[in-house]
Each structure stands twice: as structure tokens, then as C-alpha cells.
């Protein structure tokens, strides 16, 4: 057995399909209000800041800095750890740390999106110290 934490699947739905699709290829991308000129995550049709329907993909370099975190190690098969990274955008993403030492984590650390394999196959986010 994998001493991996599986990562769970991405729900799809046609809101968010061109995001899902974009993980395939290793590319992070965010829904962006024409309206109000702001970025948001996680991707919707109708921009959380103003209510306008009028929003576009754009992509993101996935790069920010953990601004909260959590590792979980109670109750589980493989620890894991969780964090909501602020990206440069200036949103936050709910996601997975990969690749670090979990007791070396620190808030303010520089990270990068990378993308791994969830339990069905299809690819997810997850964010790696630089
Ligand atoms: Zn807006």
C-alpha cells in the first residue's frame, strides 16, 4: 500500500470543467470579474464580490504564501496537511502542502502550485514550498 494520503477527486460540474480541464495540462487558472476587476477562487459564474456574470479565465503562475495550515495526524492512515495559501492575486485556496517536511511548515512560506493524481485519477492542485 502507498504511504501517500490520497487526495479526493475533484467534484466537476459545468461551472468549473475548464479548471479541471486545465489541471490536466499543469496549468492553474482563475475565474476573473470583468466587472470589478477582481480575481476569486473557487471558480463560479457569478463574481462572490458584485453579483456580475461576467467573468473570464485567467491564468495564475500559482504562486503565494501559506497563510494558515493544519497537519493532520490523529485518525487518519497517512498524515497530510492542509493549508489556505494567499496567492499574489490576493485570494486565498483551501489546499493540500506536498513535497516539505510537515514540522517545517511555517506560516509565510513561500509556495508554488504543483499537481498530483487524486484517487480516481483525474488531477488536483496542491501547493509546494519554493
Ligand atoms: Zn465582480
Not at 456574470?53 to 493532520?72: A, H, R
Not at 498524515?79 to 511548515?105: K, Q, W
Request: hydrophobic share 35%; with cysteine; aromatic share 10%.
Amino acid at each position: 500500500m502507498s504511504q501517500v494520503h490520497r487526495l479526493p477527486s475533484p467534484n466537476i460540474n459545468p461551472e468549473n470543467k475548464a479548471f479541471w480541464d486545465a489541471a490536466e495540462d499543469n496549468r492553474f487558472i482563475l475565474k476573473f470579474c470583468n466587472s470589478c476587476k477582481e480575481p476569486h477562487y473557487y471558480p463560479r459564474t457569478i463574481c462572490p464580490h458584485c453579483g456580475s456574470n461576467d467573468t473570464t479565465w485567467v491564468e495564475s503562475k500559482g504562486l503565494g504564501e501559506i497563510y494558515s495550515y493544519t497537519v493532520m495526524r490523529r485518525g487518519v492512515e497517512v498524515p497530510f496537511a492542509m493549508a489556505y495559501v494567499r496567492l499574489n492575486e490576493g485570494i486565498s485556496v483551501l489546499t493540500h502542502l506536498t513535497n516539505c517536511d510537515f514540522d517545517a511548515i511555517r506560516i509565510g512560506q513561500k509556495v508554488k502550485v504543483v499537481f498530483e493524481e487524486t484517487q480516481d485519477g483525474a488531477k488536483t492542485h496542491l501547493f509546494e514550498p519554493i
